[in-house]
Nanobody, 125 residues
């Protein structure tokens, strides 16, 4: 079992930046693919970014490519999402997730086994 806790959300003006953190406990995160998703009211949970256990492979949704950066520090058992040039449309609850399968990182909600509780990000215009 892996427990995930997101932090770093808050209120920011359009054009600003936030860095989200996802701290893991229970088991080391070093051998898990991890990802970030978000969900706005009335919408489906949306894939944002994923990173392999080694950090060597990353994939991004087109909507955030060039603005968001996913990274991980296995020594700290933590995954990060740096968000720059934020837009009001980025407003959502942001979730981190972990995939225990030994495979290339994937983009689907169903591909992940463990989820954090989410952290709210609100971008004002």
């Amino acid at each position: 079992q892996v427990q995930l806790v997101e932090s770093g959300g808050g209120l920011v003006q359009a054009g600003g930046s936030l860095r989200l953190s996802c701290a893991a406990s229970g088991r080391t995160l070093s051998r898990y693919n991890t990802g970030w998703f978000r969900q706005a009211p009335g919408k489906e949970r949306e894939f944002l970014a994923t990173i392999s256990w080694s950090g060597s492979s990353t994939y991004y949704a087109d909507s955030v490519k060039g603005r968001f950066t996913i990274s991980r520090d296995n020594a700290k058992n933590t995954v990060y999402l740096q968000m720059n040039s934020l837009k009001p449309e980025d407003t959502a609850v942001y979730y981190c997730a972990a995939d225990r399968q030994k495979r290339p990182p994937r983009m689907g909600v169903a591909d992940y086994d463990y989820w954090g509780q989410g952290t709210q990000v609100t971008v004002s215009s």
